[in-house]
């Protein structure tokens, strides 16, 4: 579950200098990158990782083995050309 703005500010009041150096240096990183478009190769990966997560949400290890045959069924309510 993703913690809530106020979780996220109770914890961020609580660390030392230190930490929060570290912290400031590391979301300033992120926020730059999070702000530049991705290259072509990035954008293909993620939408690589998204299409497998969604793939993966359709389709459980349950999920009956079809045949070749199965999938020549043909469907008589199809009125395509």
Do not use: C, H
Not at 46 to 73: C, H, I, M
């Amino acid at each position: 579950m993703t913690p809530s703005i106020q979780e996220i500010e109770k914890a961020v009041s609580q660390l030392t200098p230190e930490q929060l150096a570290d912290f400031s240096a590391w979301f300033a990183e992120f926020e730059a990158r999070s702000t530049q478009p991705l290259s072509v190769e990035d954008d293909r990966a993620e939408w690589f990782r998204f299409s497998g997560q969604a793939f993966n949400a359709a389709y459980g290890d349950d999920e009956p083995d079809y045949t070749e045959a199965d999938l020549k069924v043909i469907n008589p309510e199809y009125r395509g050309g």
